[in-house]
């Protein structure tokens, strides 16, 4: 799976995993980034089937989003 996002300024961004009991399985970016557009690849080839959780930050701003994972 691949994440597309675009940064309007330099600004940090992390973008992490968890598992649905709160669990950080891996996290794909922590670092500063340059202004505009961003892409970052998740391959879940080593996990088992289930839902996960990816939380986004950038800067102040925090979303998480629900991903169900099916081998």
Partial sequence: TKFLYILPDYNFVQIA???VMG???ITLINDFQTA???EVTFDGKNLASGVYIFQFQ???YYTNKKA???K
Avoid: A, N, P, Q
Wanted: hydrophobic share 45%; glycine share 14%.
């Fill in 23 to 25: 669990r950080e399985i």
């Fill in 68 to 70: 169900i994972l099916v």
């Fill in 17 to 19: 995993v968890f598992d």
């Fill in 58 to 60: 950038i800067g102040d």
């Fill in 36 to 38: 505009g557009r961003h």
